[in-house]
Nanobody
Framework: QVQLVESGGGLVQAGGSLRLSCTAS????????MGWFRQAPGKEREFVAA????????YYADSVKGRFTVSRDNARNTVDLQMNSLKPEDTAVYYC?????????????????????WGQGTQVTVSS
């Protein structure tokens, strides 16, 4: 079982940057992909970014590609989301999530339903 703790949310002006961090405590020997999702009031939860267990593969939603960067440090069980050139439409609650895998070459999912563990969420507000 994995517990996830997020930090780094806040208020920023359009064009600014924020860095979200997620620290994971995992069961011994568990391997997992990590994802970031966001949800604005009245909207569905949507995929933002994901990274494979080794960090060698990264995936991004079209809406954030080129502006956001996901990274991880497995030695410290941390996953970060660097968000640059923020726009008002990026305003949402951001969640990190962990997908437990059985095969080291398994595909990274962009669907929230495929993730097993979730953080509490952190608010990101971008003013215009």
């Amino acid at each position: 079982q994995v517990q996830l703790v997020e930090s780094g949310g806040g208020l920023v002006q359009a064009g600014g940057s924020l860095r979200l961090s997620c620290t994971a405590s995992e069961r011994t020997s568990t391997i997992y992909h990590m994802g970031w999702f966001r949800q604005a009031p009245g909207k569905e939860r949507e995929f933002v970014a994901a990274i494979s267990w080794s960090g060698s593969r990264q995936y991004y939603a079209d809406s954030v590609k080129g502006r956001f960067t996901v990274s991880r440090d497995n030695a410290r069980n941390t996953v970060d989301l660097q968000m640059n050139s923020l726009k008002p439409e990026d305003t949402a609650v951001y969640y990190c999530a962990a997908d437990r895998i059985r095969n080291l070459g398994s595909a990274v999912s962009t669907a929230a339903s495929n993730y097993d563990y979730w953080g509490q969420g952190t608010q990101v507000t971008v003013s215009s």
